[in-house]
């Protein structure tokens, strides 16, 4: 053993005592420094001191809050959506304040409401949806002011969407409607235009704050930027909103008109920030109702919807507004002087606003330069925006997918069973409703390259119509200008346009068939294809056939449309039967497929059909697939076929296992017309994979089909 020196062992040990006076000198001075913490913070010392607004007993937000730590508690709670009720206390954000740590976490929602109304509206709306998800660094909430049509049509959309870290509440619009229905209004925005005012009233009363956005919108920032600028309002700022860009309150516009009360230039309250608790405090449904009855004898009505009120009550209340910077509402109108008012001191504008009747055709001279950054937005691939926020917690498609397991050669078939498709009901205004217990829609679905059938086929048929369409959003645009350019089309308020967004590499024919049934508003629905075209009159002879075949009180029977095509691209559409024979005699008109696919339509006898002066039934047979007029509450088509090949054989099948009668009609028919071969047709004859897969969804079908029917799917399975 090695020994050292004993001048080394004193230095040593002298050493070793000097380090532990020093850790328990070190230990003391932590202590001692913890107590005084805790001392000065219990004295309410440091900026923390109770809120100086006093409010209204007896109300969920009444409370007087104990100061920013529980602020920053409360704030952190209602992000997140939590429902705990018990809260006592509502924070004050003023300009001394320490930051509100909870709106700065990115994975805190941010509150944004919107008034949605109309179909027409859901359009502009997906517009600004886009431009909020592009930019995002947080989740979202959205509260959806929305009456019936909207509603639907969202909730299928979000639905289908399935967006991450996204959540929507819906409020109807007929419930506030009473409110503010008695206020005159001149603005083409209607009764919808003033809803904005009781969102204090009809939001959550946890809700601490929400950024209010009209829908002709579009956002070239992270609205958490916006969401920020709450931290600056003072104790009595509720409101925050941008100075209006145009001359309008000013008077200077329009000779003789007299504007409604506004504090200077007034403001535009297409973007609004709401402190909730406060204008609940300030009891605001109340107060702008008072200004409305005082201002409206004298103005008559409004002309800006809910701004003109808004302006009114900032001009008696002018310490409840906080001026945003101008860049969050840069207005795009006739009349605006955005340029020079905001552009020309500021570095591009962070929020778009089109407030005017004409949206993009306005004559502004921002307009042109905007409006491609608009339609960038509405031409980009919603699915894109699929995705969460990074580092919150989320679960995306590909995580919900992790637990199927997919043969690789055939995953874009496998998955059409389960994958949700982007859906749009209703895209383009709607307004029908059923004529009566016999009425009936003809359901189709196509694609892009088939928009040019559209109008003979509203020419042959002027009932309604469901129609699914499967685009891209570039396409969906431009569908849109097709309608509203088409005389025809335009005109034809009962046609449901439903878009289902593209996604995957094979055409999903029985989701778009069932898209489409889905929304048909009568009794009874024709299944048919969008290339056929409908005798002239067929809609009325239908409805006189359900009569005479007692459809009416039979929900299984199928009446069966005779199918005809003719190569022909110009020829004179038969207008009856007696007229198509002699075409069907001379070869210019065949049976369907009947040269290359007897067994598709074979069943229906075309040659006792020829003959036939009233209805008769057939058998059903392998592989056949009729177009048929049925109740609406018929089976849905199999999602899992898609393409080309057994889409409509696969339910036709499930009808006979269904003990579905099939009746011919003598005396109505359809004639299909020629176009070029589809894309999935090319795959199915050049490509063995593709077959080989078809062959496979077959097997799992029939096999589906022998589980849940045993015994009576033989005769079916056998052949």
Same mark, same amino acid.
């Given at each position: 053993?090695?020994?050292?020196?004993?001048?080394?062992?004193?230095?040593?040990?002298?050493?070793?005592?000097?380090?532990?006076?020093?850790?328990?000198?070190?230990?003391?001075?932590?202590?001692?420094?913890?107590?005084?913490?805790?001392?000065?913070?219990?004295?309410?010392?440091?900026?923390?001191?109770?809120?100086?607004?006093?409010?209204?007993?007896?109300?969920?937000?009444?409370?007087?809050?104990?100061?920013?730590?529980?602020?920053?508690?409360?704030?952190?709670?209602?992000?997140?959506?939590?429902?705990?009720?018990?809260?006592?206390?509502?924070?004050?954000?003023?300009?001394?304040?320490?930051?509100?740590?909870?709106?700065?976490?990115?994975?805190?929602?941010?509150?944004?409401?919107?008034?949605?109304?109309?179909?027409?509206?859901?359009?502009?709306?997906?517009?600004?949806?886009?431009?909020?998800?592009?930019?995002?660094?947080?989740?979202?909430?959205?509260?959806?002011?929305?009456?019936?049509?909207?509603?639907?049509?969202?909730?299928?959309?979000?639905?289908?969407?399935?967006?991450?870290?996204?959540?929507?509440?819906?409020?109807?619009?007929?419930?506030?409607?009473?409110?503010?229905?008695?206020?005159?209004?001149?603005?083409?925005?209607?009764?919808? %235009?003033?809803?904005?005012?009781?969102?204090?009233?009809?939001?959550?009363?946890?809700?601490?704050?929400?950024?209010?956005?009209?829908?002709?919108?579009?956002?070239?920032?992270?609205?958490?930027? $916006?969401?920020?600028?709450?931290?600056?309002?003072?104790?009595?700022?509720?409101?925050?909103?941008?100075?209006?860009?145009?001359?309008?309150?000013?008077?200077?516009?329009?000779?003789?008109?007299?504007?409604?009360?506004?504090?200077?230039?007034?403001?535009?309250? %297409?973007?609004?920030?709401?402190?909730?608790?406060?204008?609940?405090?300030?009891?605001?449904?109340?107060?702008?109702?008072?200004?409305?009855?005082?201002?409206?004898?004298?103005?008559?009505?409004?002309?800006?919807?809910?701004?003109?009120?808004?302006?009114?009550?900032?001009?008696?209340?002018?310490?409840?507004?906080?001026?945003?910077?101008?860049?969050?509402?840069?207005?795009?109108?006739?009349?605006?002087?955005?340029?020079?008012?905001?552009?020309?001191?500021?570095?591009?504008?962070?929020?778009?606003?089109?407030?005017?009747?004409?949206?993009?055709?306005?004559?502004?001279?921002?307009?042109?330069?905007?409006?491609?950054?608009?339609?960038?937005?509405?031409?980009?691939?919603?699915?894109?925006?699929?995705?969460?926020?990074?580092?919150?917690?989320?679960?995306?498609?590909?995580?919900?997918?992790?637990?199927?397991?997919?043969?690789?050669?055939?995953?874009?078939?496998?998955?059409?069973?389960?994958?949700?498709?982007?859906?749009?009901?209703?895209?383009?205004?709607?307004?029908?409703?059923?004529?009566?217990?016999?009425?009936?829609?003809?359901?189709?679905? $196509?694609?892009?390259?088939?928009?040019?059938?559209?109008?003979?086929?509203?020419?042959?048929?002027?009932?309604?119509?469901? =129609?699914?369409?499967?685009?891209?959003?570039?396409?969906?645009?431009?569908?849109?200008?097709?309608? =509203?350019?088409?005389?025809?089309?335009?005109?034809?308020?009962?046609?449901?346009?439903?878009?289902?967004?593209?996604?995957?590499?094979?055409?999903?024919?029985?989701?778009?068939?069932?898209?489409?049934?889905?929304?048909?508003?009568?009794?009874?629905?024709?299944?048919?294809?969008?290339?056929?075209?409908?005798?002239?009159?067929?809609?009325?002879?239908?409805?006189?056939?359900?009569?005479?075949?007692? $459809?009416?009180?039979?929900?299984?029977?199928?009446?069966?449309?005779?199918?005809?095509?003719?190569?022909?691209?110009?020829?004179?559409?038969?207008?009856?039967?007696?007229?198509?024979?002699?075409? /069907?005699?001379?070869?210019?008109?065949?049976?369907?497929?009947?040269?290359?696919?007897?067994?598709?339509?074979?069943?229906?006898?075309?040659?006792?059909?020829?003959?036939?002066?009233?209805?008769?039934?057939?058998?059903?047979?392998?592989?056949?697939?009729?177009?048929?007029? /049925?109740?609406?509450?018929?089976?849905?088509?199999?999602?899992?076929?898609?393409?080309?090949?057994?889409?409509?054989?696969?339910?036709?099948?499930?009808?006979?296992?269904?003990?579905?009668?099939?009746?011919?009609?003598?005396?109505?028919?359809?004639?299909?017309?020629?176009?070029?071969?589809?894309?999935?047709?090319?795959?199915?004859?050049?490509?063995?994979?593709?077959?080989?897969? =078809?062959?496979?969804?077959?097997?799992?079908?029939?096999?589906?089909?022998?589980?849940?029917?045993?015994?009576?799917?033989?005769?079916?399975?056998?052949?």
């Amino acid at each position: 053993m090695t020994f050292l020196p004993e001048s080394v062992q004193e230095y040593v040990g002298l050493n070793v005592t000097m380090r532990l006076r020093q850790l328990l000198l070190l230990c003391v001075a932590i202590l001692l420094g913890i107590f005084f913490v805790s001392v000065y913070l219990t004295s309410g010392a440091g900026g923390l001191d109770p809120p100086s607004i006093s409010f209204p007993s007896g109300h969920a937000d009444s409370g007087v809050g104990s100061g920013e730590q529980e602020s920053s508690l409360i704030v952190r709670r209602l992000a997140n959506d939590r429902q705990d009720g018990g809260t006592n206390g509502v924070p004050r954000p003023g300009k001394d304040a320490l930051p509100v740590e909870a709106e700065r976490e990115k994975c805190q929602f941010i509150h944004i409401a919107v008034v949605c109304a109309g179909h027409n509206s859901t359009r502009t709306a997906m517009t600004l949806i886009k431009s909020l998800l592009f930019y995002r660094s947080s989740p979202l909430h959205l509260h959806v002011l929305a009456d019936g049509p909207a509603q639907l049509i969202l909730t299928t959309l979000f639905d289908t969407w399935d967006v991450a870290n996204l959540s929507v509440s819906y409020y109807l619009t007929d419930k506030v409607k009473s409110f503010i229905d008695w206020i005159p209004n001149k603005h083409y925005s209607g009764v919808y %235009g003033l809803m904005k005012l009781v969102l204090p009233h009809i939001l959550p009363e946890d809700l601490y704050h929400v950024v209010v956005l009209d829908t002709d919108i579009v956002f070239a920032s992270d609205v958490a930027e $916006l969401w920020r600028l709450f931290e600056g309002f003072s104790d009595q700022q509720a409101l925050g909103l941008v100075e209006n860009q145009s001359d309008w309150y000013l008077g200077g516009i329009w000779k003789n008109y007299k504007p409604w009360p506004a504090k200077g230039r007034g403001y535009n309250t %297409g973007v609004i920030l709401m402190d909730l608790p406060k204008l609940r405090a300030l009891n605001w449904m109340a107060v702008w109702k008072r200004v409305t009855e005082r201002d409206l004898p004298i103005m008559q009505s409004t002309a800006l919807a809910d701004q003109d009120i808004f302006n009114s009550v900032l001009k008696d209340f002018p310490e409840m507004v906080y001026d945003l910077p101008c860049t969050y509402n840069a207005q795009l109108s006739d009349h605006s002087k955005s340029k020079e008012l905001c552009l020309e001191s500021q570095t591009g504008f962070k929020v778009i606003h089109w407030n005017s009747p004409k949206k993009m055709q306005v004559k502004h001279r921002l307009g042109r330069y905007y409006r491609d950054d608009y339609l960038t937005f509405v031409a980009h691939d919603g699915n894109l925006l699929r995705r969460g926020v990074l580092g919150c917690s989320n679960m995306s498609i590909e995580e919900r997918e992790s637990g199927v397991i997919f043969d690789e050669s055939c995953y874009d078939f496998e998955r059409l069973a389960d994958l949700k498709f982007r859906t749009h009901l209703y895209f383009i205004d709607y307004d029908y409703r059923s004529g009566g217990p016999t009425d009936l829609t003809l359901v189709a679905q $196509l694609s892009f390259d088939r928009l040019q059938m559209l109008e003979p086929l509203c020419d042959h048929w002027n009932g309604p119509i469901s =129609l699914a369409l499967y685009m891209t959003d570039a396409e969906a645009q431009q569908f849109a200008e097709f309608v =509203l350019d088409s005389e025809m089309l335009s005109s034809r308020r009962n046609i449901g346009w439903h878009i289902v967004y593209k996604d995957g590499a094979v055409y999903p024919v029985n989701y778009l068939r069932n898209v489409a049934l889905s929304q048909a508003n009568t009794p009874f629905v024709f299944l048919t294809d969008i290339d056929f075209l409908p005798m002239y009159g067929l809609y009325d002879v239908l409805k006189d056939a359900i009569v005479q075949t007692d $459809l009416l009180n039979q929900e299984t029977k199928a009446l069966v449309v005779p199918a005809f095509e003719t190569q022909r691209y110009r020829f004179s559409f038969p207008a009856n039967k007696s007229e198509l024979l002699p075409m /069907v005699a001379s070869g210019d008109v065949i049976a369907f497929r009947w040269d290359i696919w007897p067994k598709g339509h074979g069943a229906t006898n075309f040659s006792r059909w020829m003959e036939a002066t009233s209805t008769y039934t057939v058998e059903w047979e392998p592989d056949y697939e009729p177009y048929i007029v /049925v109740n609406r509450n018929v089976p849905r088509y199999d999602n899992r076929f898609g393409g080309f090949g057994w889409n409509k054989v696969s339910h036709l099948m499930m009808l006979a296992v269904k003990g579905y009668e099939l009746i011919v009609l003598p005396n109505a028919f359809i004639i299909h017309m020629p176009h070029a071969p589809s894309i999935d047709i090319a795959k199915f004859r050049s490509k063995s994979q593709y077959r080989k897969c =078809l062959t496979r969804m077959k097997q799992e079908f029939v096999r589906d089909l022998a589980k849940v029917y045993g015994m009576k799917a033989t005769k079916y399975l056998i052949s």
